[in-house]
Each structure stands twice: as structure tokens, then as C-alpha cells.
């Protein structure tokens, strides 16, 4: 294939592609939730050593190869696993007449509807690509799907495998409707949506005593709540509580941590 013009968003995602080794989940690439449409004929998911995973009919795990991450070595990250690659890797194919709705890296060029093509930044949980082997399954845009061919494919052992290339294909569930304050939204901790702050940073309940130096979610003040949720004005500054509990905020190096002692608050 020869080498064609690569668009402003290409070029971006090739700048952030060559910093970092190459994951297909890796944490600057999170996996967005499910949006709940039909699974491909076949697939569904399960849970493997206390993860949820999609699988195949045969039971096998799905491993997704983000196509972000192979734009250095590839013009047609589709493309990539080929040779020996596939010698170890199985496409998840499509059936037998699908219809292929998504391309690389061509769709950038014209990502509108109008060429039949869909735009990867905004596709649905499952497209069709045109792979090596012929029109295979993509989650979310960019996670090419794949299972292993030998050793144990019902299982999460190849997690990490060739250097981080390959990661299990992790489920998602979609968000749940809250009803919380505007400033308050959810991220999938732990296997289960928690609520968090503006910035990400999770929130959590627990006693803190004398000397606590954890961080109440401030409120305004002329908030009235909203079901659960009230407005405490007992402190120095007004702060959220809910089901009469005072709500913190996260202020662990990891934005999904909570000191001992704390308890995430989930919805």
C-alpha cells in the first residue's frame, strides 16, 4: 500500500502513538463503555479470573490491538497482523456478506457519512474493517478484535503479551443515570461505577475524626439538594452531604484511591 497524505488528527495521533510503546488498552486510551447495541453473532460476555471479558462462541477471550498505537508502523493500521503475527492471532471475522464501515487511515481524510464510511472517533461498539484475512470485527473504532490461536484461550494469560501489544477485550458496562449534583459525574472503578468529581477524582463517605485532613466536596451556597443530596452549611465553607453522610474528595495520587478509612460512594 503506498503512502498517502495523513490529515492534522493522523499526524496527532502518530505524535502520541510514538511516545509510548505500543498497548491496545493502554491508560491514555481508556475503553469507553458499552452503548448497550447488539452483540456480534456469537460473542458475549463473561467473567475471567475476576474480570468481565468479551468472548467468542467457542468461549475463547477477545484481545483488542487499539489501531492508535500501530500508526508508526503501518499506513493501514488494519493491516498490521499479517505474517507472522497471524500465525498467533486469530481475527474475530465477520459473517459472510457484512457490510465494511470503517477504514484507516482514509476515513480521516473524509470522515463524514457521505462515503459510506463511518468516522472511528464516533462509531458504535461494533464496525467492520477490512483486515487481513478479510472483513473482521472492530470495537469502539479502534480495537481491532482478535482471539489466540494455540495455549489457553479461555483464559486471561496472554493479557500483556508481545511487549503489552495485546490486551484482553475488557466489558464496560454503559454509565448509570444519576440523580446527583451538576458537578458530580461516574467513572467504572473496580468493577462497578463510583461517583466523582468535576476533575475525575472519586468521591467517598467515612468518619473523619480529629486532625482528618480529607477534603469535603464543596456545594454552593444557594443550593436547596437535589433527593439525597443536601447542602451542610455546619462547616467553614458549604459542602455536600448525602443520606446525611459528608461527602470527600479524593486526594490520592490515584484519582481512584481513597484513604484508609474512606469508602467509595457509588450510585
Known amino acids: 500500500m503506498g503512502v498517502r497524505s495523513i490529515t492534522a488528527l493522523t499526524i496527532t495521533l502518530l505524535a502520541i502513538a510514538t511516545a509510548a510503546p505500543a498497548f491496545a488498552q493502554p491508560a491514555d486510551f481508556p475503553i469507553a463503555a458499552a452503548d ?3 452483540l456480534p453473532p456469537g460473542v458475549r460476555t463473561r467473567q475471567v479470573q475476576g474480570a468481565e471479558v468479551y468472548t467468542d462462541a ?4 477477545l484481545y483488542g490491538m487499539d489501531m492508535r498505537t500501530v500508526l508508526r508502523w503501518s499506513p493501514d493500521p ?6 507472522a503475527c497471524s500465525r498467533d492471532w486469530q481475527p474475530l471475522s465477520a459473517p459472510a456478506g457484512a457490510t465494511v464501515n470503517i477504514r484507516y487511515p482514509g476515513g480521516f481524510e473524509k470522515a463524514s457519512t ?5 468516522d472511528p472517533r464516533k462509531a458504535p461498539d461494533w464496525t467492520v474493517v477490512q483486515g487481513v484475512q478479510g472483513p473482521q470485527w472492530v470495537y469502539k473504532g479502534w480495537h481491532l478484535v482478535f482471539t489466540r490461536r494455540e495455549g489457553s484461550r479461555t483464559s486471561t494469560a496472554f493479557d500483556g503479551a508481545d511487549g503489552m501489544t495485546w490486551n484482553t477485550l ?5 454509565p448509570p443515570k444519576i440523580d446527583a449534583p ?3 459525574g461516574t467513572a467504572f472503578v473496580d468493577g462497578a ?3 466523582t468529581n468535576k476533575e475525575g477524582r472519586v468521591l467517598f463517605t467515612g468518619k473523619c475524626g480529629d486532625g482528618c485532613t480529607w477534603n469535603p466536596l464543596p456545594a454552593p451556597m444557594a ?5 439525597d443530596w443536601k447542602v451542610s452549611l455546619s462547616g467553614d465553607e458549604p459542602e455536600w452531604t448525602v443520606q446525611s453522610k459528608r461527602v470527600f474528595v479524593s486526594n490520592e495520587s490515584d484519582p481512584h484511591a481513597v484513604p484508609p478509612g474512606g469508602k467509595i460512594l457509588r450510585p
Open 193 to 195: 461505577y463510583a461517583f
Open 114 to 118: 457521505d462515503d459510506g464510511f463511518v
Open 223 to 227: 443550593s436547596s439538594g437535589l433527593r
Open 36 to 38: 448497550g447495541s447488539a
Open 78 to 83: 488494519a493491516k498490521f497482523c499479517g505474517e
Open 58 to 61: 467457542h468461549g475463547d477471550v
Open 170 to 174: 475488557k466489558y464496560v458496562p454503559p
Open 182 to 184: 451538576g458537578a458530580v
